[in-house]
């Protein structure tokens, strides 16, 4: 992706022809101005920088023009050098901004400005931390870093300073090298990783490996027996050979070599626990072709040059790893003896291997998936590869400044640890984020130092303290979203619970004498409460109890559930039907009533019977009859001195008349709920001569008055209704 060829070591102190000589050595690609610029640059640092030294000893000066080198083979552009050769004048110059503005204009301030910022909270890898927490701290430092540049050159720029700063770090204490080679390889390597700057990232990951562990460095170089240039060398030779044979064979390949780092080696030893001897992928060489097909003709040809090694070939193409990652990975014993390993994939498939959000970076490092940070990371490498491709151009500069982690704000506690937060967030989310009883208590805020406003909105690597009170408690101000307090969703949801579980001992006892009403009102006083508590999905009865004193429970949900604990009683017997000495029959509205003439009959109002359910006629006062179901209540209460009104009756033959049923719903409430049952009666040819809604705590309790011609019609509507959307249930009123 990006290419960079370690330069010679640099002698430049305050040289005019030694900074001329280094200037002529960069790439011919640098217009006139350009150059003119970077000398500019140099000649400007050569005076700030007098007598200054790196802190690996060296001279501030050629620390910072060996920088500018890498930058240059990198095919960065010359406000990069610039900003390079410049990076320490902050320390040099109190104006610092004025000057170079006047001089260089507001693009190298921005990113000397960047690499400054990124100086500061370098240092934060080695706050203390628990050793299940470190890991979380310099993924969320990682990640700051990205967030606090607003031009993703900042990053590159800062990736070679530190690579120049390990090469030449020997002449360092070894507290410093220490220091250093942490810091790289705990942030900087990883973010070389991701952007796609193998090179430096190799680099920092050996260099950084030797200061730390520099007896494990010195073992494993010296069971290469090699130098790094004779393994390179080796790749070479491997690659020459193989694209020879492939265009032999009519096979359009891409071939390139993958010479094994220490660092690396390390890594898979310890990861895997092996020892040196059982490595197959010291040497290793990719081969990259059109098609799925030309991957094994690619395959076999690679196993006629050299002999397979058993055990250690693996078909990803066909297995694909859980990633999604495919390729063909197979060990081979190649010139010479050595062990050499074979990569072979089709363009396609490294794409998506290096660029796509399936993230090889992650496997690599071995972190969570993060699918929208995978998804950036990898538009940055893709902005990282077109560079190279056009950077004669200079038409992709503008891609470089990013504003694409700006969803999050990453700030610090005093202590040094990083916390993000949703972007516009403030001091009360930042309270909350780190405990739920420190936000509950915040009176006040500092942000670097300085007493601000509760909803001031924080800024990346800002330093924010909480003020508290001894026995505070959160303000009802915070809920509201127009005054600005709260940003993220989880502090919201915190400052609710407080409120909702306020005055919890009244709540229950009020929701206890609710229930006991209720439960009174249906003879069920002696079923359990924590069966009701269980039914309402409660987990304990106080939180049940609480609930319903709040209000959060209708009256109405607490009679159905007791309704539906309560065992069905067995049907009442029906009450003895009086039969009237004369034998005449009267049909009147399709109901045939024995032993009475022409008499009045009507429909019961409390029970409304359908037919062919079973009914019974009850004589009233004004000797009109009135037809009940026979298990309607009305009749099983009748006092047994009126019990000889009853009248036996029975659903005519030819009974074919209309008779109104009262059906209940219960639904969640929602848009177009009546519309979709209005819909639904008018589908069914139902006429409806009543209705009647009513809505609370987001339930919608409705009942309806139909006329139907039989009990087989009600059974089939109550089960249509059901299946509309949002219904809970609907049953006929009893």
């Not at 330069?7 to 305050?14: E, L, Q």
């Not at 005019?16 to 640098?30: D, E, G, M, N």
């Not at 562990?213 to 069971?223: D, S, T």
């Not at 071995?366 to 038409?395: M, N, P, T």
Request: one cysteine or more; aromatic letters at 6%; hydrophobic letters at 40%.
């Amino acid at each position: 992706m990006v290419s960079v060829s370690r330069p010679a070591h640099t002698p430049i102190a305050n040289d005019p022809q030694a900074l001329t000589a280094w200037i002529a050595s960069l790439p011919s690609r640098f217009s006139p101005h350009e150059l003119a610029q970077i000398r500019q640059a140099g000649e400007l640092a050569a005076t700030l920088y007098r007598e200054k030294c790196a802190i690996n000893s060296s001279p501030l000066l050629q620390h910072a023009l060996e920088t500018a080198a890498i930058l240059a083979e990198m095919n960065m552009d010359a406000d990069s050098l610039v900003a390079a050769i410049l990076q320490a004048t902050p320390d040099c110059l109190s104006d610092w901004p004025a000057e170079l503005s006047s001089q260089f204009g507001p693009t190298v301030v921005n990113l000397v400005e960047g690499i400054a910022r990124m100086s500061q909270i370098q240092a934060l890898s080695e706050v203390d931390s628990a050793q299940h927490d470190r890991a979380q701290q310099l993924e969320a430092l990682r990640k700051m870093l990205l967030a606090m540049v607003q031009d993703i050159r900042v990053v590159l720029i800062k990736l070679a300073e530190r690579t120049q700063l390990l090469r030449h770090l020997a002449g360092a204490s070894p507290e410093v090298q220490a220091q250093v080679a942490r810091e790289n390889q705990s942030i900087f390597a990883p973010l070389a990783n991701r952007l796609g700057v193998w090179q430096l990232k190799w680099e920092l990951e050996d260099l950084s490996l030797r200061y730390l562990e520099p007896q494990l460095y010195k073992e494993v170089a010296k069971m290469l027996d090699e130098r790094r240039v004779d393994r390179e060398q080796y790749i070479a030779d491997v690659v020459a050979q193989l694209q020879h044979e492939l265009t032999l064979a009519g096979v359009k390949a891409e071939v390139s070599g993958r010479p094994k780092h220490i660092s690396s080696i390390v890594k898979k030893m310890k990861s895997k626990h092996l020892q040196f001897n059982q490595l197959y992928d010291v040497r290793a060489v990719r081969i990259m072709v059109d098609d799925i097909k030309d991957c094994y003709t690619a395959l076999g040809l690679v196993h006629h040059l050299w002999q397979p090694i058993p055990g250690e070939f693996d078909d990803y193409i066909a297995r694909p790893k859980s990633n999604n990652y495919r390729s063909l990975h197979t060990a081979v014993s190649g010139p010479r003896g050595l062990a050499l390993e074979v990569q072979i994939r089709t363009f396609e498939m490294h794409q998506h291997s290096e660029l796509g959000v399936a993230a090889h970076w992650r496997y690599k490092e071995g972190a969570k998936s993060d699918a929208r940070f995978d998804e950036k990371i990898a538009w940055l490498r893709q902005i990282l590869s077109w560079k190279d491709d056009v950077a004669d151009h200079g038409d992709l500069l503008e891609q470089f400044n990013s504003e694409l982690f700006q969803d999050k704000v990453y700030v610090l506690t005093p202590q040094g640890k990083v916390i993000d937060l949703p972007h516009g967030a403030t001091p009360i989310d930042f309270a909350y984020a780190l405990h739920t009883d420190l936000g509950h208590r915040t009176k006040g805020a500092k942000i670097n130092g300085q007493i601000v406003p509760l909803h001031t909105r924080l800024e990346n690597g800002q330093r924010v303290e909480i003020l508290t009170a001894k026995q505070g408690a959160p303000s009802r101000d915070w809920l509201n979203a127009s005054l600005g307090f709260l940003q993220s969703p989880s502090a919201r949801a915190k400052v609710r619970h407080w409120f909702k579980y306020q005055h919890f001992d009244e709540n229950v006892a009020q929701g206890r004498a609710k229930l006991d009403k209720e439960l009174h009102r249906a003879g069920a006083s002696s079923l359990p409460l924590e069966r009701i508590a269980q039914k309402l999905q409660f987990q304990k009865l106080e939180d049940c109890l609480a609930a319903i004193g709040r209000g959060d429970i209708s009256e109405h949900q607490i009679a159905i559930t007791i309704q539906g604990e309560i065992a069905p009683a067995e049907p009442a017997p029906a009450p003895p039907l009086v039969k009237r000495p004369t034998a005449s029959q009267v049909n009147h509205a399709g109901v045939t009533i024995e032993g009475i003439g022409n008499v009045q009959t009507t429909m019961a109002r409390c029970c409304k019977p359908v037919s062919p359910e079973p009914i019974v006629g009850y004589l009233t006062r004004n000797h009109s009859v009135t037809i009940h179901r026979q298990a309607c209540t009305f009749i099983s209460r009748l006092a047994e001195v009126r019990q000889n009104r009853l009248l036996a009756a029975q659903w005519g033959n030819s009974q074919s008349g209309l008779s109104e049923v009262d059906i209940v719903l219960e639904a969640n409430d929602r848009q177009g709920l009546l519309r979709d049952i209005s819909e639904l009666f008018a589908r069914e040819k139902i006429n409806t001569t009543k209705a009647n809604t009513l809505s609370r705590n987001h339930v919608a309790l409705m009942q309806f008055t139909v006329e139907l011609t039989d009990i087989d019609q009600l059974q089939h509507l109550l089960l249509r209704l059901q299946q509309v959307p949002g219904v809970i249930s609907a049953q006929r009123k009893t």
